[in-house]
């Protein structure tokens, strides 16, 4: 069985900061790509940020320059700092992450974290 679980959400006023933190445990053997995605009320869930065993990292437009996702892979955890927050960067936020557990390869996903910024 594998395990994703996301950390670091809660509140934040408006210009402000939050690190949420993904660890991935359990039966996977081999981890991939990991990313953030993200669903506001009334919305459907979007990407946030991917990042690749290399490194390689990739945000929605919308996003770059606030947000820089990073990664350990040693300890199979990403990470997503964010910065300079709005009202509009409310959300659930989601954390997947692409790998093989020796059954089967998919993307495992967290159970989500509550991110509130307020005005």
């Known amino acids: 069985q594998v395990h994703v679980v996301e950390s670091g959400g809660g509140l934040v006023q408006a210009g402000g900061s939050l690190r949420l933190s993904c660890a991935a445990s359990?039966?996977?053997?081999?981890?991939?790509?990991m990313g953030w995605y993200r669903q506001a009320p009334g919305k459907r869930r979007e990407s946030v940020a991917r990042?690749?065993?290399?490194?390689?990292?990739t945000y929605a437009d919308s996003l770059k320059g606030r947000f820089t996702i990073s990664r350990d892979s040693a300890k199979n955890t990403v990470y997503l700092q964010m910065n300079s927050l709005k009202p509009e960067d409310t959300a659930v936020y989601y954390c997947?992450?692409?790998?093989?557990?020796?059954?089967?390869?998919?993307?495992?996903w967290g159970q989500g974290i509550q991110v509130t910024v307020s005005s």
């Open positions: 997947s992450v692409d790998g093989w557990s020796g059954i089967m390869y998919k993307t495992y």
């Open positions: 359990g039966s996977i053997f081999r981890i991939d790509d």
């Open positions: 990042i690749s065993t290399a490194g390689s990292t």
